[in-house]
């Protein structure tokens, strides 16, 4: 391939993509290759990819090609060059002979950006990915949401920094299962068993990749496929391909997490306690974010105090009949909560030293585990 690429592109669709591309590279990269976009032109099409090491994306977008060629060129600066170019501009791109410099030039704009050599961009080795299935890009969407907040951020427990999705049998239905736990809290989210993802592993997909993905199909309207292998997940759709690394650990046996024996219901209205636990939970202590809630009966409770703020109250109409005082962090009880679109949300309580359970009364394929606090 010769060293000389000359292309226009339209400017929405460059900026779009290389949105994708620059978030997954590193701010502070040790080997600058990885800070570095791979760019091919040739018939027609720009295609485009970044990594590192762990992650992989590449996206084709169309392009007018006048030579073919193929070069590297500073993500982060590249991005925001293009961000800055005026709307509905055709962007150009050229690359000297001597493939050591790249111009991008706009109107009377015009950047030179220091390229360094195809042959240094490392690949992911992938492999086989044997297990093959399709999701709409709404269910991955609800998948993602439903449990990543409750993912954990401590590296020393690793195998919990991610979304567990493996396939499950509930009463004799299988399937697909997303749990994610950081020992406080847990989210569950099941869907019917997508055709191919039979005798599927159970994989951990890292916190990174789940953000990125999201990202990615924000718009998306149609199928997402994906391919995985024991160590590797791949994510395809429109002109969009995501490669990942799985992390390498075993999730905790989470159903032992869950309680069984819980019997005492309480319904809320979800919308009405959101806004309940934040306003009063404004008053919380920062560090703990402890909210107690107090139920008698029809009524609940909810207060929080702080040495230096002072104290909020609030009460509120609820269904059920437990009576006890329990607490909790306010803010891992308002992520739960928000999560539930329904018009009601059930707690199943034990005791004040027990976890508690939260469903939407009107999905089942979630449910959400809280750890209390002592208040």
Do not use: W
Not at 11 to 31: C, D, F, K, Y
Not at 96 to 124: H, W, Y
């Amino acid at each position: 391939m010769d060293k000389t690429m000359k292309l226009s592109i339209d400017r929405a669709a460059l900026l779009r993509s290389l949105g994708h591309m620059q978030s997954v590279v590193e701010r502070r990269n040790t080997i600058p290759i990885l800070s570095n976009v791979l760019m091919k032109a040739e018939d027609g099409v720009l295609s485009m990819s970044s990594t590192d090491m762990d992650l992989e994306i590449n996206e084709s977008v169309a392009a007018n090609v006048e030579m073919a060629g193929a070069t590297t060129a500073p993500a982060h600066t590249f991005h925001d060059i293009v961000k800055k170019l005026p709307d509905g501009s055709d962007v150009e791109i050229a690359l000297n002979a001597e493939g050591t410099q790249m111009t991008v030039s706009a109107g009377r704009s015009q950047f030179k950006l220091s390229c360094l050599p195809v042959a240094d961009f490392p690949e992911i080795a992938i492999g086989d990915l044997p297990h093959n299935f399709s999701l709409p890009a709404s269910d991955l969407r609800a998948l993602i949401d439903r449990t990543k907040f409750a993912m954990s951020t401590e590296e020393t427990r690793y195998y919990l920094n991610g979304i567990y999705v493996h396939e499950a049998d509930n009463d004799g239905v299988k399937v697909l299962r997303a749990v994610s736990t950081d020992g406080h809290r847990l989210a569950r989210f099941e869907m019917p068993l997508p055709d191919g993802a039979t005798n599927m592993p159970g994989v951990i997909v890292p916190r990174k990749t789940v953000g990125e993905i999201r990202k990615l199909i924000e718009d998306a309207a149609d199928l997402i496929q994906i391919s995985l292998s024991e160590n590797k997940i791949r994510f395809s759709f429109d002109h969009v391909v995501m490669t990942s690394k799985l992390i390498d650990g075993t999730f905790p046996d989470y159903q032992r997490v869950i309680p069984q024996g819980n019997d005492k219901i309480v319904e809320v209205d979800p919308k009405i306690f959101t806004k309940a636990i934040d306003r009063v939970s404004t008053i919380s202590d920062g560090k703990s974010r402890a909210l107690k809630i107090a139920l008698n009966g029809k009524q609940m409770t909810l207060s929080a105090s702080s040495a230096e703020s002072g104290s909020a109250t609030e009460e509120m109409e609820v269904n059920g009949e437990a009576v006890m005082d329990i607490g909790f962090n306010a803010k891992y009880l308002l992520d739960i909560t928000s999560q539930i679109e329904g018009e009601g949300c059930r707690l199943t309580l034990a005791d004040s030293a027990s976890p508690t359970i939260i469903q939407d009364n009107s999905d089942p394929s979630a449910l959400y585990v809280l750890m209390p606090l002592r208040v």
